[in-house]
T-cell receptor, first 113, second 113 residues
Framework: DVKVTQSSRYLVKRTGEKVFLECVQD?????MFWYRQDPGLGLRLIYF???????EKGDIPEGYSVSREKKERFSLILESASTNQTSMYLC????????????FGQGTRLTVV | AQKITQTQPGMFVQEKEAVTLDCTYD???????LFWYKQPSSGEMIFLIY??????QNATEGRYSLNFQKARKSANLVISASQLGDSAMYFC??????????FGKGTRLSVIA
C-alpha cells in the first residue's frame, strides 16, 4: 500500500526554536512537496523537490527551508519558529512527469507558543 | 500560473440526496489534470477522482463523478446518495506536466440526517 509518513501528528514548540518536520515515502516517487493548510486559505505550497538535493520555492517559502538528502525523505525546517507558523503541515509525493495524483501524509498540526 | 476557484465555503445536503461542489480552473497549458480530494476531520487527504484534459468522458468513481466542462473551465464534483460519512472538506486541485498541485480554498460539506 502506498504510504507517506510524517514523523509527528501533533507538535508544540516555543517561539524561536528550530523545528524539523520529517516526511518519508515508500513509493520511490521523485517529487515531494510541503504544503501549509490554514482555514479559509486552502493548501499553499511552501517548497517542493523533483529530485535528491534539488529544491524549488513554492508560494510561501519565507521562514522555511527544506532538505532532501535521500529520495525517500523530505524535511521541512522552521529556522526560528514564530506564532504565525502555527498551522497544519502536509507532505505529499508524486511520480515525476505524469499527471497522476499526489499522495499525502496524515499531516502535522504544529502549534508555536 | 494555474488557479483554482471554489466559490462555496460551505454546503449542506440531506442524507441520500445528491450534491454538486463547484470548481473552476484557469490554466494556459493544453495538457493538465484535475483532482478532487476529501479531508475528513482527522486531517488526512484522500484522493477521490481524476480527470485529464484530453479525456473525452467524465470521470466516475463509485458515487463520485466529475462534471467536466472544458469550454467553461469547470470541474464540478457530484456526490450521489450522500452519506453521513461524506461530511468533510473537499478540495479541487490541478496540475500540468511536472508542476505541483494547486489547490482551491475548499468547500466544507455537511450531510444532515
Amino acid at each position: 500500500d502506498v504510504k507517506v509518513t510524517q514523523s509527528s501528528r501533533y507538535l508544540v514548540k516555543r517561539t524561536g526554536e528550530k523545528v524539523f518536520l520529517e516526511c518519508v515515502q515508500d513509493m520511490d516517487h521523485e517529487n515531494m512537496f510541503w504544503y501549509r493548510q490554514d482555514p479559509g486559505l486552502g493548501l499553499r505550497l511552501i517548497y517542493f523537490s523533483y529530485d535528491v538535493k534539488m529544491k524549488e520555492k513554492g508560494d510561501i517559502p519565507e521562514g522555511y527551508s527544506v532538505s532532501r538528502e535521500k529520495k525517500e525523505r523530505f524535511s521541512l525546517i522552521l529556522e526560528s519558529a514564530s506564532t504565525n507558523q502555527t498551522s497544519m503541515y502536509l507532505c505529499a509525493s508524486s511520480l515525476a512527469g505524469s499527471l497522476a495524483e499526489a499522495f499525502f501524509g496524515q499531516g502535522t498540526r504544529l502549534t508555536v507558543v | 500560473a494555474q488557479k483554482i476557484t471554489q466559490t462555496q465555503p460551505g454546503m449542506f445536503v440531506q442524507e441520500k440526496e445528491a450534491v454538486t461542489l463547484d470548481c473552476t480552473y484557469d490554466t494556459s497549458d493544453p495538457s493538465y489534470g484535475l483532482f478532487w480530494y476529501k479531508q475528513p476531520s482527522s486531517g488526512e487527504m484522500i484522493f477521490l477522482i481524476y480527470q485529464g484534459s484530453y479525456d473525452q468522458q467524465n470521470a466516475t468513481e463509485g458515487r463520485y463523478s466529475l462534471n467536466f466542462q472544458k469550454a467553461r473551465k469547470s470541474a464540478n464534483l457530484v456526490i450521489s446518495a450522500s452519506q453521513l460519512g461524506d461530511s468533510a472538506m473537499y478540495f479541487c486541485a490541478s496540475h500540468s506536466g511536472n508542476t505541483p498541485l494547486v489547490f482551491g480554498k475548499g468547500t466544507r460539506l455537511s450531510v444532515i440526517a
